[in-house]
């Protein structure tokens, strides 16, 4: 089996790392892996199917047996397009709370590690690099502050005409920061090989700038 390179985008929620991996991936016309979509997905189903997120037996259950597809911008649960849905503050809590069940995150691994085919795939999460993908060949860390990643979140929800406060959104934010970074399996943290950047003070296309110059460096057959 040829190898497939992998670049690994790991970082807290709202640091931007999945508008950067979509636009890395497109730019180099690889595979997207988006699995905090994954997780979001499976929150949602948990929620729908009215099992309560403290059951790990049934909510592993659930992830084995998840009937995902990512299809050209769709997220298809089934066969019902999901992709608005889990892009609310609910599903992204409720995503976080069953990332923090061990079982459901070895259900999930193999799923995530066989989306890896040619030309190469670009993989956005929190545990991309340490995890599922530890031999990747590009791993980047992007952060942000609290406060900057929560005034994103706001303008974005706020763009498409939701209701949101601030205040809360940060709060939930931080809450969201530590149940990720203190979850038993796969926490959020950096891999020791891991460039990192902080992306606060930093513009979307000055963060794409820096991040492809480091993928262009590591992988020069990406560029042709």
């Known amino acids: ?6 670049i690994a985008i790991d970082g807290p929620s709202g640091s931007g790392k999945g508008t950067l ?6 730019t180099l016309g690889w595979r997207l892996l988006d699995s905090g979509a994954i997780y979001r997905v499976l929150g949602l189903a948990v929620e729908r199917a009215g099992i309560s997120f403290e059951n790990a037996d049934k909510v592993s259950e659930l992830a084995r047996n998840l009937d995902l597809t990512f299809d050209q911008g769709r997220v298809l649960l089934g066969q019902e397009n ?9 599903a992204g809590n409720a995503a976080s709370k069953v990332a923090a069940i061990p079982r459901v995150r070895q259900a999930l691994l193999d799923w995530q590690q066989s989306y890896a085919k040619a030309p190469g795939l670009v993989a956005d999460g929190r545990d991309m690099g340490t995890v599922v993908f530890p031999t990747a060949e590009v791993k980047i860390f992007l952060t942000a502050s609290v406060e900057e990643r929560a005034l994103r979140r706001y303008k974005q929800l706020k763009e498409k005409g939701l209701s949101v ?7 939930e934010i931080k809450e969201r ?3 990720d970074s203190g979850r038993a399996a796969a926490p959020l943290k950096a891999a020791s090989d891991a460039w990192q950047l902080d992306s606060t003070q930093f513009s979307a296309d000055e963060v794409y700038q820096q991040v492809m110059q480091r993928v262009y460096n ?4 990406s560029a042709s």
């Not at 999901?82 to 609910?90: G, Q």
């Not at 406060?165 to 709060?171: F, G, Q, S, V």
């Open 82 to 90: 999901v992709a608005d849905a889990i892009r609310t503050e609910t």
């Open 1 to 6: 089996m040829n190898h497939v390179p992998v």
């Open 177 to 179: 920061d530590e149940r």
């Open 165 to 171: 406060n601030l205040a809360a959104l940060t709060e």
């Open 218 to 221: 590591a992988l020069p057959e």
């Open 21 to 26: 991996a979509s636009r890395v991936a497109e």
